[in-house]
């Protein structure tokens, strides 16, 4: 497992994580899981089965503060006792933009591929350069 929850200790305390959680471990598991996967997306040119797998000190250091950053983010956003709409509004932007860069080929999640008559479809990007204006 590259990230356990006794690690999230570093950016979160863990009476505020007992809180949270309510003594559910699949509550912080689910965040865990989210922003591991989340994060599988933006690696796709590397070896992300070895990189996820690593434990211990085989691990990248940055990118494992980076993985509880976005760990946090999605399991402190339980605590929020009522509905805020800019917390709902950033949250919903934040996911289309997201999806925005999946379709345009700037992330690339850990899905499958849709097959079509046997052969996966995407991957094939297509347009032109900007129009170039020339003055004398």
């Known amino acids: 497992m590259f990230l356990t929850i006794d690690e999230l200790k570093t950016h979160l305390y863990q009476e505020n994580i007992n809180v949270i959680a309510r003594d559910d471990e699949a509550l912080v598991m689910a965040a865990i899981d989210g ?3 989340e994060a599988r997306g933006y690696l796709a040119d590397y070896d992300r089965d070895a990189i996820f797998s690593a434990s211990g000190n085989m691990r990248n250091m940055l990118l494992l503060i980076f993985v509880k950053d976005i760990a946090v983010w999605h399991f402190i956003n339980l605590c929020n006792a009522g509905t ?30 849709a097959i079509v008559d046997g052969k996966p479809t995407g991957g094939i990007i297509h347009g032109s350069n900007p129009k170039r204006n020339q003055h004398f």
């Open 84 to 113: 805020e709409m800019q917390l709902r509004q950033d949250r919903y932007e934040r996911a289309v933009d997201w999806l925005k860069a999946v379709q345009s080929g700037k992330v690339s999640p850990d899905l499958p591929r």
């Open 35 to 37: 922003a591991v996967q």
